[in-house]
């Protein structure tokens, strides 16, 4: 299974007083044993990079999702080195993201948006993140109707790989 952690997945592993510090350390574990591959895109590390911390090395340890550049040149997180896809994809891309913007609620940052579509293009299984604004009931579900990626908060998903591993 491919999981792409968002870039509070990674704080929350750091911060023991985290409500979220457990179940991703459940997720890290079932990295560890082969059950789950985890991936992070380049938008959570840039959105880790404002403070760096251990969240960013952890981020960092991840494989790296190819990046597909969404928002205006001032929003762009990569260099056109790092960018991948077409014209085509791109314009594709700016229409998720603002669907997402529209279907999730007001707080979903452009950098989760951004972390989802690297997810999407990636053919990821599941996109975790603690993020109520895309992981709340409503918004999940319209997103993953329309697009197909699971999006599971930290807790639903920890709950889920110890629910497999008790089979």
Known sequence: MKAVLDANCFIDAISQTSQAYEAVQVILKASHSGEITLFVSL?????????????????????????????TWG???????????????????EEIQNDLKKRAKSGADIRDRGAYIDALHAHADVFVTSDKDLAG????????????????TTVEFALELSSRSEE
């Not at 840039?46 to 999702?65: F, N, T, V």
Request: aromatic share 6%; glycine share 8%; charged share 25%.
């Open 43 to 71: 938008h959570s590390l840039h959105e880790l990079e404002q403070k760096p911390d251990e969240a960013l090395a952890l981020a960092k340890s991840l494989p790296l999702l190819p990046h597909f550049p969404i928002g």
């Open 75 to 93: 929003e762009q997180v990569g260099t056109w080195s790092q960018a991948a896809g077409t014209w085509e994809d791109a314009k594709r891309n």
């Open 137 to 152: 009931k409503g918004p999940s579900g319209q997103i993953v109707a329309k697009y197909e990626l699971r999006i599971m």
